[in-house]
Each structure stands twice: as structure tokens, then as C-alpha cells.
């Protein structure tokens, strides 16, 4: 079972944040994931939301902003804003990256051609299965997870229409029953957020593959690993 730090273990690092995603590669999450949006000069940046004001308290829009500019903005580190190539380069372990718009699609394109190593490095997720599926198609080998806000019938179908093999849904309507059926047709499953105890056990009795958590440090625990 894969234990993700999901936004850098928001729940004990300010998010997406590089003081975030160094912490936990050194507790010992398998995976960390992160959000990426369009900086004005078309830079991948580690956010998740499209405004500043949530984060930084600037009510500016991500996209109107450069790289070099939201860097110098600090979201509750001392530091600021960081690229995706900024995180991929400061830890070693593999990171998931939500594609929050479609637009984010070739800038991620443009780095894996340039960077092929990262292929198996970067697992892309998106609610937009589009965007993945030319991924997958640009880069055999990549393994994408097709996000969803609900729990359809035919999951496996979902996901292989995707070109997936992995469906990431929110914890709370994940069953065992719901779970062996993607296993069934070759799909696992990754959940996100479930951050206290008795979810995080539900989610391990379920038998799902990977868990996203904002307490990674506790799925840590409750996997029986120790985090350190």
C-alpha cells in the first residue's frame, strides 16, 4: 500500500510548499502529491488554487503572475511558490501531480520529453481523463490516474476509456466491495483525504492501493511503518 503525502501533508506543512515535500520524502511516504497551474510565462507551478488569497492572502490570479514572481511570494514557509521542476529536483521519490486545468497538459508534455527519466518518476492525475489519455498515448509507459468526484457503476470501464490503471476517489464511499471490483478488471485504487484514524483503518481494511493523506504520518503508523 502506497502512503502519498497529499499536498505535501497539508495538515502539517503549509501546502504544496518545498518545506512540505522535503519533510516527508524524509519520513518516508512513498509518494507526494502535489497541484500544478499555468504561471503567465507558462511555467508548471506547485499550487492548488488558481488565486493566490487562499494560500498568501494576495488576491491575484496564478496565471497572471510569472514564475519569477511567484516565487517571491511567500505561502507560509519563507519561501515561495515553487515550480514543478523545483519539487521533481529536490526529493527523489516519485511524485503525483494533479493537472488542475487542460491547459497544464503540454507544459507537462514539453517537460517529460525533455526530462524522459521522469516518466518513471511523475504519475499525472486529472478530472480531465482527455488530457491523460494523451499523455499516455504520448508517453507508453506513464501511469496516470483518472480522478473522480463520484463512484460509477462500471469503474474499470472509466478508467480503461482513460488508457489508466489507476482510479483516485474520494475515501468516503470506498468500499471492499467497491475496491475488489476495480481489482477484478486490473484497476487499482487510490483514495484521498480520509486524515483520521478510523478512516485511514477503513480505508486499509477496503484494501485500497495507495492512500493520499493531509496526516500521512499517521497512515505511516497505522500501516506499520514509522515515520523518520
Given at each position: ?8 501533508g497539508a ?161 468516503e464511499g ?11 478488471g486490473g ?42
Amino acid at each position: 500500500m502506497w502512503v502519498v503525502a497529499h499536498r505535501g501533508g497539508a495538515e502539517l506543512y503549509p501546502e504544496n510548499s518545498m518545506t512540505a515535500f522535503t519533510k516527508l520524502a524524509e519520513m518516508g511516504v512513498d509518494l507526494v502529491e502535489c497541484d500544478v497551474h499555468l504561471s503567465r510565462d507558462g511555467e508548471l507551478v506547485v499550487i492548488h488554487d488558481d488565486n493566490l488569497v487562499r494560500t498568501a492572502g494576495l488576491d491575484k490570479p496564478v496565471n497572471e503572475l510569472t514564475l519569477a514572481e511567484l516565487r517571491q511570494i511567500d505561502i507560509g514557509d519563507g519561501q515561495g511558490v515553487p515550480s514543478l521542476a523545483d519539487v521533481i529536483d529536490a526529493i527523489s521519490i516519485p511524485v503525483a501531480v494533479e493537472l488542475k486545468t487542460p491547459q497544464t497538459v503540454e507544459a507537462l508534455a514539453r517537460l517529460l520529453a525533455g526530462r524522459p527519466a521522469l516518466i518513471e518518476r511523475i504519475v499525472p492525475l486529472s478530472f480531465f481523463h482527455d488530457i491523460l489519455l494523451h499523455l499516455i498515448q504520448s508517453f507508453p509507459g506513464l501511469q496516470c490516474g483518472a480522478l473522480l468526484a463520484g463512484y460509477p457503476v462500471d469503474p474499470v470501464a472509466v478508467a480503461r476509456s482513460a488508457g489508466c490503471t489507476m482510479l483516485s476517489l474520494h475515501f468516503e464511499g470506498v468500499t471492499k466491495t467497491y475496491v475488489d471490483r476495480c481489482h477484478q478488471g486490473g484497476i487499482l485504487v487510490s483514495v484521498w483525504t480520509p486524515n483520521r484514524e478510523e478512516d485511514i483503518r477503513r480505508m486499509v481494511e477496503a484494501g485500497v492501493d495507495a492512500i493520499g493523506s493531509d496526516r500521512p504520518d499517521l497512515v505511516l503508523k497505522l500501516v506499520g511503518r514509522h515515520s523518520g
